[in-house]
């Protein structure tokens, strides 16, 4: 196994395979940045030169691409709140906070390298279960889905604390929105009135950028000042969030675990894993300040969510199962090289499925230290007027919320999310458990529709239910018990 | 406490009362392996509503009758502070009203005349009357964001909106 690790880390090695690594990272970085783009828009376009590559170097950019586009969507979280990607949604709580407070180049200093750490987790995760992973993941049936769907689901009790009505409320109104569109256990329309836009539901990046983004640049044009609230403009560092990072090591290594093992589980979906994480965060670190501005907020969510990369391409590698809509294109782009994903990767493909470790690994180190650079300059957004500011975000959201299905509708859900989110902000509702329960609707009631047509009330005793059932009881008890001790 | 702040935070619940019950009832006409979850969903939210709706009414009349305002964070959940954005004597509703009209103009602009020509004018606009700027670095800053957009847009793909009148890119 050794030898073929070493033997992998030389073929990656070689400047063609680094040279297709660096185009893919730099296609990622760019494609994180740039609100309303997936991993699925980066994947579409590396693609058309996959076909007859040599499969060391096809892998090296894909997964180069894959590894970083939660590193760099870090950036709009943390300097103008709106997330980067789905699942740098939690980051934007306390990242855009921080920033607020002249803090953004310490908190991307952060949550880069919370992110490097947590990506060479998952590329660690995906090298050990490789082959013992299998049985696990088979293990999952719908029930045990559902319950992990609940898990989530039980993010927006953790998030709403102190706020407990409105909470779930909002979280409820998640949930209603999932709701719109073709029913997943019935071809019916629901709620679509008789548009073929909400076919598909409600689009996720406008509803986000409309939530969160819109009250904060009315915010901002209202004060006329900066989104930064420090008068020095900018007071925290880079280097002082890389100490952060260090400093709360065991959470970031938590956190990649969380991640990895949210990623693990082929669809539950990148969108969860950084609310799971910084939910969980929040339940059990000491004097949290979650929301206002701690820097722990912006470490859980951004460690979790690279690490969940790795975790992600073992079902994916081993069984062919893609996790998420990039995930498939991969392995479509592996099939183009003659690589078929499944079995085969722990034998004859060994050495190429170690390649993916090694790309992985180097990847996140790259575009963490490259973000890092960055970072400092970067920060320096927050301090520009609102006024100026303005013109140029309302571009970027529009063209970013534009993306998810090219349509007009998706132009009138950011309009519209922004009034709901407007009014939510002034009225003191907690925003957050509206996209959990968003993000969840159709997974949770698909797998419970799957669970109850096929084994009726049966599937309560199952024991992946009830172990995932005490995790649950677990972390929203006792980590309430122990804050309340604690005060 | 000004009018559009109440109305705010008695009407929100109440607005949600309204539509989670308007959405129970539409869940009646589905059949059921579609009808289920909604339905539990909206009757459970139109339940919390009810009881949201009659907390925030409470709330609203014991400001009036002088108690003190219930605290809140600052945090990215809620308004900076409730009490703050009454300071001159304006509703929030009516200061932040001019600024959507901004956010719809854009988005007005783009749907008439596609995304070239709409941002343009926008930028232009906005650049000028907003921050202030002379009209020809206004000008030259709008061109120049707009031929990156289409730079990039070209590189990574992104659809961008064609009008009513004029394609997204008229050229």
Not at chain 1, 246 to 264: E, H, P, Q
Request: glycine share 12%.
């Amino acid at each position: 196994m050794v030898e073929v690790a070493l033997e992998a880390l030389t073929a990656l090695l070689q400047p063609s395979s680094m040279l297709y690594m660096l185009l893919g990272i730099s296609i990622g970085i760019v494609v994180g940045v740039i609100p309303g783009l997936s991993g699925i828009v980066g994947m579409t376009i590396v693609l058309p030169f996959i076909y007859g590559m040599d499969p060391v170097n096809g892998i090296a950019m894909m997964l180069g691409l894959i590894a970083v586009i939660h590193t760099s969507d870090t950036f709009p979280s943390v300097l103008i709140g709106v997330p980067g990607t789905a699942g740098s949604q939690a980051t934007v709580l306390d990242g855009f906070q921080l920033t607020r407070q002249g803090q953004g180049a310490r908190a991307l200093g952060a949550a880069f390298t919370a992110s490097m750490f947590g990506g060479v987790f998952g590329a660690l995760v995906l090298a050990l279960l490789l082959s013992v992973a299998r049985p696990l993941i088979l293990a999952l049936g719908s029930p045990e889905l559902f319950m992990l769907t609940l898990f989530g689901l039980s993010m927006v009790a953790v998030l709403a604390k102190g706020n407990l009505l409105y909470g779930l409320l909002a979280g409820l109104a998640g949930l209603m929105i999932g709701t719109v569109g073709i029913a997943p256990m019935a071809i019916e329309e629901r709620y679509t009135f008789g548009s073929m836009y909400l076919w598909d539901g409600i689009p996720m990046a406008p509803l986000v950028f409309g939530l969160f983004a819109i009250p904060e640049i009315i915010d901002l044009l209202i004060r006329r000042g900066s989104i930064s609230l420090d008068e020095n403009g900018l007071s925290g560092s880079a280097t002082q969030g890389i100490r952060d990072a260090f400093r709360n090591w065991w959470l970031v290594l938590r956190s990649a675990g969380v991640g990895a093992a949210v990623g693990l589980v082929p669809g539950l979906g990148a969108s969860v894993v950084d609310w799971i994480a910084y939910g969980i965060a929040k339940q059990t670190v000491r004097n949290e300040r979650f929301g206002t501005g701690d820097i722990r907020g912006v470490i859980a969510p951004e460690a979790a969510n690279n690490a969940k990369e790795g975790g992600s391409l073992v079902p994916t590698l081993i069984l062919g199962i893609p996790g998420s809509a990039t995930t498939a294109v991969l392995i479509g782009g592996l099939a183009l090289m003659g690589i078929q994903a499944g079995p085969t990767m722990l034998s004859e493909d060994l050495p190429l499925t170690l390649t993916v470790v090694w790309t992985l690994a180097f990847a996140n180190i790259f575009a963490a230290a490259l973000c890092l650079i960055l970072a400092r300059y970067v920060a320096r957004i927050s301090t520009i007027p609102g006024p100026i500011i303005f013109p140029f975000l309302l571009v970027v959201l529009a063209v970013g919320g534009y993306q998810s299905s090219a349509s007009w509708g998706d132009l009138v859900v950011l309009l519209g999310a922004g009034a709901v989110g407007w009014l939510m902000r002034e009225a003191g509702w907690p925003r957050p458990p509206m996209l959990i329960g968003l993000v969840l609707a159709t997974a949770a009631e698909r797998y419970l529709s799957i669970s109850i047509n096929r084994y009726e009330f049966e599937w309560l005793t199952r024991p992946g239910v009830i172990i995932i059932g005490l995790l649950i009881a677990t972390i929203i008890f006792v980590g309430g018990i122990r804050r309340k001790g604690r005060e | 406490m000004a009018l559009s702040s109440k109305v705010i935070r008695v009407g929100l619940p109440a607005a949600a009362l309204i539509v989670f019950s308007l959405a129970f009832i539409d869940a009646m006409g589905f059949t059921a392996r579609a009808q289920y979850f909604p339905a539990t969903i909206s009757g459970a939210g139109a339940l919390l509503a009810a009881v949201a709706t009659v907390h925030s009414a409470r709330q609203v009349s014991q400001l009036r009758a002088g108690a003190p305002a219930p605290a809140t964070v600052v945090s990215m959940d809620v308004a900076p502070s409730f009490e703050d954005s009454e300071d001159d004597g304006s509703s929030p509703l009516r200061r932040a009203l001019p600024h959507f009209l901004w956010i719809l103009s854009y988005f007005a602009i783009l749907y008439i005349f596609g995304f070239v020509v709409g941002t343009l004018a926008f930028l232009l606009l906005a650049l000028r009357i907003l921050a202030g700027w002379r009209w020809w670095v206004a000008a030259v800053v709008s061109v120049g964001v707009v031929a990156l957009l289409i730079f990039f847009g070209d590189f990574v793909r992104l659809d961008l909106p064609n009008g009513l009148l004029l394609p997204a890119l008229p050229f």
